[in-house]
């Protein structure tokens, strides 16, 4: 049981590249989510899925894409990447049926771009 | 969801109980209060909820008082690897993906002193 996988765990990318941050959880979770978390600040909602299918809109969440077409993978995606979106970024998942379950956290993607 | 105010940093000596204060006056009759932790950038760590009634785990106990205007975070026996930021949170009750949504602020940094 490996919990929350995220990779890569480093990023370098040049301004206008793509790329997409991996995530995968083998807990069977309904719910996963991603936030950024910027230097100094907390965490910052930018998507979630609360099933296979299903995507919806965080508190920032412009610049990125996301799809969910098993339970087990959420990815992340960078259409365009900006120096604005250098960051670490969390991938979370819980039951999301089960309403007052804790959420389990992978170790993040530190993004760099240049 | 409601609002959160806590201290930006504490220190707390090692063998002592770290005592973390949150403020949510605004809570809601179906709003649990979260407390979460994050250690050197690691990805945030579940540690314990509550609603109305006091809890305890192996891992801290939760003090909510009787207006629930206010909680408290007791690390019993702080150690060096205590040292983090603690977010304190406060999410709807309920079923269902949406209320799975968690806010964060930016947390009381806690230092534990040897």
């Known amino acids: 049981n490996a919990g929350v996988t995220q990779t890569p765990k480093f990023q370098v990318l040049k301004t206008g590249q793509s790329m997409t941050l991996q995530c995968a959880q083998d807990?069977?979770?309904?719910?996963m989510s991603w936030y950024r978390q910027d230097p100094g600040m907390g965490l910052r909602l930018i998507h979630y899925?609360?099933?296979?299918?299903?995507?919806d809109q965080g508190e920032v969440p412009n610049g990125y894409n996301v799809s969910r077409s098993t339970t087990e993978d959420f990815p992340l995606r960078l259409l365009s990447a900006a120096p604005s979106q250098t960051s670490v970024y969390f991938c979370?998942?819980?039951?999301?049926?089960?309403?007052?379950?804790?959420?389990?956290f992978g170790q993040g993607t530190r993004l760099t771009v240049v | 969801d409601a609002k959160t105010t806590q201290p930006t940093s504490m220190d707390c000596a090692e063998g002592r109980a770290a005592n973390l204060p949150c403020n949510h006056s605004?809570?809601?009759?179906?709003?649990?209060v979260y407390w979460y932790r994050q250690i050197h950038s690691q990805g945030p760590q579940y540690i314990i909820h509550?609603?109305?009634n006091n809890e305890t785990n192996e891992m801290a106990s939760l003090i909510i008082t009787e207006d629930r205007k206010s909680s408290t975070l007791i690390l019993p026996h702080a150690t060096l690897r205590d040292t983090a930021v603690y977010y304190c949170?406060?999410?709807?009750?309920?079923?269902?993906?949406?209320?799975?949504?968690?806010?964060f602020g930016t947390g009381t940094l806690l230092a534990v002193q040897p």
């Open positions: 605004t809570i809601s009759g179906n709003e649990y």
């Open positions: 899925s609360v099933g296979a299918g299903i995507t």
């Open positions: 949170i406060v999410r709807v009750a309920g079923y269902g993906g949406a209320t799975n949504k968690l806010i």
């Open positions: 509550g609603l109305k």
């Open positions: 807990m069977n979770h309904e719910y």
């Open positions: 979370a998942s819980s039951w999301g049926s089960r309403g007052n379950t804790e959420a389990f």
